[in-house]
């Protein structure tokens, strides 16, 4: 057990719909990292978030946003969902960030979209 | 650009060593990390390697980086059932913003 936390361990919604992914760092972690792993594109790196802010962005698509609240629970929203964003979302925390990390994995939520 | 790139596939018998190759294409890399990924489970981060060093023991675990190749290898020794994952290669770009960039993953099966 990582201690990072994520709900619904699984969702299925259809095509156009909107979703929320919620993720609980590990007690301490100050940043939050999104990743989304599909069969066709690997593991790709989302979005990061230290202590409320954006510090890192990748391939994260204009449908996407994420973000982090006080308490540092961090959130993913996926709208006007298509079928190809079907995949394994991941949230990982760490202590810091920037230099030498420990990304801590949560189980990840499986979306399908039908 | 910015690609990891690793075979999909490796299977060894239990006891054997095993060997898993990475490229990466950026040179700018500070940091190259190995993580394993169990069925049905999230990363977990094996070992890392600073890019100044060519390798790094630990345990069963031997890390070897040549840079002028920008080739990364992961060997496993004395391989068991329970090293069966997925093994991915990253990369963490410093150089202005961080990208987190980690390769397509190589699926180990131990054969008992």
């Known amino acids: 057990d990582s201690g990072v936390t994520q709900t619904p361990k699984h969702l299925i919604t259809a095509t156009g719909q909107r979703v929320t992914l919620r993720c609980s760092p590990r007690s301490g972690d100050l940043s939050v990292y999104w990743y989304q792993q599909s069969l066709d594109q690997g593991l790709q790196f989302l979005i990061q978030?230290?202590?409320?802010?954006?510090?890192a962005k990748g391939n994260i698509l204009e449908r996407f946003s994420a973000q982090q609240f006080p308490d540092l629970h961090s959130e993913l929203n996926l709208s006007s969902l298509e079928l190809g964003d079907s995949a394994l979302y991941f949230c990982?925390?760490?202590?810091?960030?920037?230099?030498?990390?420990?990304?801590?994995f949560g189980p990840g939520t499986r979306l399908t979209v039908t | 650009g910015e690609d990891v790139e690793q075979s999909l596939f490796l299977s060894v018998r239990e006891g054997d060593s095993s060997v898993i190759n990475c490229t990466y294409t950026?040179?700018?890399?500070?940091?190259l990390y190995w993580y394993k990924q169990e069925p049905g489970a999230g990363l977990q981060l094996l070992t890392y390697i600073f890019s100044n060093m060519d390798m790094k023991q630990d345990q069963r675990l031997t890390v070897l980086l040549n840079k002028k190749d920008k080739h990364l290898s992961l060997r496993i020794a004395d391989t068991q059932t329970g090293d069966s994952a997925i093994y991915f290669c990253?990369?963490?770009?410093?150089?202005?913003?961080?990208?987190?960039?980690f390769g397509t993953g190589t699926r180990l099966k131990v054969l008992a």
């Open positions: 978030y230290y202590n409320g802010e954006e510090r």
């Open positions: 990253a990369e963490i770009i410093t150089s202005g913003t961080y990208k987190y960039i």
């Open positions: 950026d040179s700018s890399s500070t940091y």
């Open positions: 990982a925390s760490s202590e810091g960030t920037g230099g030498l990390l420990e990304q801590y």
